[in-house]
C-alpha cells in the first residue's frame, strides 16, 4: 500500500501547490501591470505545450546537471505543479470574467483599495466558481502521478510493476486491481467535489472562457 499512499501525497502536494501559483498568475494576468501579463501567457504556452513526461526529465535530470541535486518525489511534484499551473490560470481566470466588473467598481467607489476589493469581494467568488474545472483538474493530476514511474517513483503504477515481477503470471489482473483503484479514488473525489460544486453554486453567474 506504500505505492498508494505515495500516489496521494503526490496528487495533494502538486494540487496544493499549483493552485496557489495559478491563482496568483490569473490575477496577475487579469489585473497586473506590463510586462507581468505576458509574462504569464509565455508561461501557459510553455508548458501546455510541453508533454509532462518531458517535464519530469528536466527537472529531475536537468537540475542535477547544474548541481542542483533533488529527490524523485520532489521533482514529482514539481514536475505536476508546473504542468498543472498552465492549465488551472485559464480555469481561474474563467472565473473571474464571470463576476461582473461593477462588483469591483462598486467596491472602490466606496473607499476600497483594490486588493481589499480582490480579496474580499472577487476571491471568494472566484473560488467558488472555480470548483468544477479544479475538480477536474484534480483527478487529471490524480492520474497524471502515474508517468512520474518515468522517474523512479515508487507510486501506485510502479508498486504495481513490482508485483508483477514477482508474479509475471498474474499480470493481467494485477493491473486490472492498480486500474480498479484509480476509477474508485476519481469516482469518489468527484462525487465529493461534485457535492462541493451544488453546495456552493452562485446562482446566475456563469463561468465564460478566459480570453
Known amino acids: 500500500m506504500s505505492g498508494l499512499a505515495v500516489t ?27 510586462p507581468l501579463p505576458i509574462i504569464v501567457l509565455v508561461y501557459e504556452k510553455i508548458f501546455r505545450g510541453i508533454p509532462l513526461i518531458v517535464i519530469f526529465i528536466l527537472v529531475y535530470f536537468g537540475l ?12 514529482a511534484i514539481i514536475g505536476l505543479a ?3 499551473t498552465a492549465y488551472q490560470i485559464q480555469i481561474y481566470r474563467s472565473a473571474i470574467n464571470s463576476i461582473p466588473e461593477g462588483q469591483i467598481i462598486a467596491a472602490r467607489s466606496i473607499g476600497m483599495s483594490k486588493l481589499k476589493a480582490i480579496r ?8 467558488r466558481l472555480s470548483i468544477p474545472g479544479w475538480s477536474n ?33 498474474e499480470a493481467l489482473y494485477i493491473l486490472l486491481v492498480v486500474a480498479l483503484i484509480y476509477f474508485i479514488f476519481v469516482f469518489t473525489i468527484n462525487r465529493g467535489l461534485s457535492y462541493l460544486e451544488k453546495r456552493y453554486h452562485i446562482s446566475g453567474l456563469e463561468i465564460t472562457n478566459a480570453r
Not at 501525497?9 to 489585473?31: C, P, Q, W
Open 82 to 84: 508546473l504542468h498543472s
Open 137 to 169: 483538474e484534480f483527478t487529471i493530476i490524480l492520474k497524471d502521478t502515474s508517468i512520474a514511474i518515468a522517474i523512479g517513483v515508487v507510486e501506485l503504477m510502479r508498486q504495481g510493476r513490482y508485483v508483477i515481477v514477482r508474479e509475471p503470471s
Open 120 to 127: 474580499y469581494i472577487l476571491l471568494p467568488q472566484m473560488l
Open 8 to 34: 496521494i501525497e503526490l496528487t495533494i502536494l502538486s494540487m496544493f501547490l499549483s493552485s496557489i501559483l495559478a491563482i496568483i498568475m490569473a490575477f496577475g494576468r487579469s489585473y497586473g501591470k506590463q
Open 64 to 75: 542535477a546537471q547544474i548541481g542542483i541535486l533533488i529527490d524523485a518525489f520532489s521533482a
